[in-house]
């Protein structure tokens, strides 16, 4: 008999990184979403999957603070190693750039300790023949964002439309979340790692960013628009986490219009990853 979800699950990272022109410590955010395929796997077989196919958690946030992109590029491996990401989503601005070039090296310090890693690359790097193509960098010139939005004029509309698209999806009510960290009793959080335990308290965070974001109004009320029209937002304070969880949701679409699950093996499953998330 088919079970839906059991063996096809799927993770996806989110990135962003506080401005930074150099290679330096810099601050910012890792979010990972996960997503379970509710069909039966006869059905996910023979039919291309959708957005609400899927039912997408938040299931892990990490600040990173003062890090240099060595240190950084050795986080995502680490995280990628816990996760098996299907799709990581990057903000190319920040120490972007630097980033990527950190990740297609075979060598990273994971956990203190110097390792052999598989490259993570973007799909359009034909540098690095055995990395692997799972990273987007959220500018226009991405295959993967072209695959999500093919014909876009400029970094605005990129920017409006990766605001909009997270929107409907939160109207849509397909994004879960943990309960917010003082809803928690303690017999519930009792053996939770530490990373577990400010998930919960990051993502919370992200929550709080999110309500933040708004379309951006001059002191008429009315809106303001860039010069190809297009709305413009506006951010209250930090937003690292908030574009993170973005970011991941992204990621999402990324994989599910470039590779998805019909492209995916049998039994992916990324982690053993506590399922808090609609808790």
């Known amino acids: 008999m088919d079970t839906p979800g059991a063996s096809r699950t799927f993770f996806f990272g989110g990135i962003d990184a506080a401005p930074s022109a150099t290679q330096a410590a810099d601050d910012g955010a890792i979010v990972t979403l996960r997503g379970i395929d509710r069909r039966p796997a006869s059905i996910a077989r023979e039919s291309v999957a959708t957005e609400t196919d899927f039912q997408l958690d938040y299931v892990f946030a990490r600040r990173m603070r003062s890090a240099d992109v060595a240190v950084w590029a050795g986080m995502i491996h680490k995280y990628h190693r816990q996760f098996g990401f299907a799709s990581i989503v990057m903000d190319p601005h920040g120490g972007g750039a630097f980033f990527q070039a950190e990740l297609r090296k075979h060598k990273a ?77 303690r017999e519930e959080v009792a053996g939770w790692t530490e990373d577990e335990r400010f998930s919960t308290r990051w993502l919370d965070l992200g929550r709080k960013q999110l309500g933040k974001i708004s379309v951006a109004t001059g002191a008429d009320g009315l809106q303001v628009f860039t010069s190809r029209g297009v709305q413009k937002f506006l951010t209250r304070g930090h937003d690292d986490f908030a574009m993170a969880m973005i970011y991941a949701y992204i990621a999402f679409l990324v994989w599910l219009r470039m590779d998805g699950p019909q492209e995916a093996a049998e039994g992916v499953s990324g982690s053993n990853w506590r399922s808090f998330a609609s808790g």
């Open 109 to 185: 310090t994971v956990d203190g300790l110097e390792s052999t890693v598989v490259p993570l690359i973007t799909r359009d790097d034909g540098t690095v023949l055995d990395g692997l193509a799972i990273l987007s960098m959220m500018r226009l010139r991405d295959p993967g964002i072209q695959r999500v939005w093919p014909s876009l004029l400029g970094d605005d509309v990129l920017k409006a439309n990766c605001h909009r698209e997270f929107k409907r999806a939160v109207d849509l009510r397909l994004l879960g979340c943990p309960k917010p960290t003082g809803e928690w009793r």
